[in-house]
């Protein structure tokens, strides 16, 4: 097994908010998608292999422009897919169900190409150079003793919410130390009166969160261990929630992350990011994206034409 660690990159969604495919949209100022972004300044941290999980209805689109991309950067690239029926032992699709079954499903999607230490990213999302050093480091520095040798990029609230609608966050709450304690997901947040506030009730009340609260972009970084953590809670998760919610419940990589938490088998550490995030959560968001993305350049951030 390689100690190496390895980026994998979760973009099997279809994009339905966005109305597109927007893991391959062209927004940067040579036509890089978003993708384009993290996969550079992933390489530029020393990650030099990626494993893409996708879905074979994108597959051919996918690998002809990203993947192709990727490639001619000297990166290997690997191909996962997720697809509804990779289930444990004795389950089934539920009649009716399309949604896939959430981001912990997608890295157990890809379990047959994970040998080593890797972090886990959105496709979708603008992350910053800062991230992948840091996230880099510590897999390359880490392994697991008594506990799993977890970690996670948070960033800050205030850097992470879209001017166009609600964002969904995992909200952080951290020890002296900066270990992880626990993870909140708040699936509706947005900046309010020049606060940020999150509601639970369809917007009858809000509560406000302070801009600089650690959230998770769902940046994670993991060893191999987390792959059997997560099988082991999949069959759990299916008996629970499959016959209350068949068409639409999800297995997310904080649920395993907390799991693993609550009975002592983890350490997660939290390592923060100073960057901005972006994203195209919102077909209005991509003008804002597109105009930092050319402001980065600009500035010497990247390179006029990413992967000339």
């Not at 927004?27 to 992933?42: F, K």
């Not at 509560?207 to 059997?228: E, H, I, R």
């Not at 994206?289 to 050319?294: C, E, I, R, S, Y």
């Amino acid at each position: 097994m390689s100690n190496k660690p390895i980026l994998v990159v979760m973009a099997a969604g279809m994009g339905s908010r966005y109305g597109g495919l927007k893991q391959i949209d062209p927004v940067g100022p040579c036509g890089e998608a978003i993708l384009d972004y993290s996969l550079y300044d992933a390489r530029r941290a020393g990650f030099s292999t990626v494993v893409f999980i996708i879905k074979h209805e994108i597959e051919e689109d996918f690998k002809h422009t990203v993947g192709a991309r990727a490639e001619q950067a000297g990166l290997e690239v690997r191909y996962a897919f997720q697809q509804l029926d990779i289930l444990p032992e004795g389950f089934t699709v539920p009649e009716g169900r399309v949604k896939p079954w959430g981001t912990a499903h997608a890295v157990l999607s890809a379990a047959g190409c994970i040998d080593a230490p890797f972090a886990v990213i959105n496709a979708d999302d603008y992350y910053g150079p800062t991230c992948f050093r840091l996230i880099y480091e510590y897999l390359s520095t880490h392994a697991d003793g008594d506990k799993f040798a977890w970690a996670m990029v948070g960033f800050h609230l205030k850097n992470t919410v879209s001017e166009n609608g609600s964002v969904s966050r995992g909200v952080c709450v951290t020890d002296e130390a900066g270990n992880l304690v626990s993870v909140t997901e708040r699936t509706r947040i947005e900046p309010r009166n020049g606060a940020i506030a999150y509601t639970e009730d369809e917007g009858k009340t809000w509560v406000k969160l302070p801009g600089d609260s650690l959230v998770s972009m769902n940046l994670w970084g993991f060893t191999p261990s987390f792959v059997a953590a997560a099988q082991q809670g999949f069959a759990d998760f299916l008996r629970q929630n499959v016959p209350v919610n068949p068409l639409k419940c999800e297995y997310y990589l904080p649920s395993v992350v907390s799991a693993a938490l609550a009975d002592g088998r983890a350490q997660v550490r939290v390592l923060t990011s100073p960057d901005k995030w972006h994203g195209i959560t919102y077909r209005e968001d991509k003008p804002e994206l597109v105009a930092a993305l050319k402001a980065m350049t600009d500035a010497g951030t990247y390179p006029q034409g990413l992967w000339k």
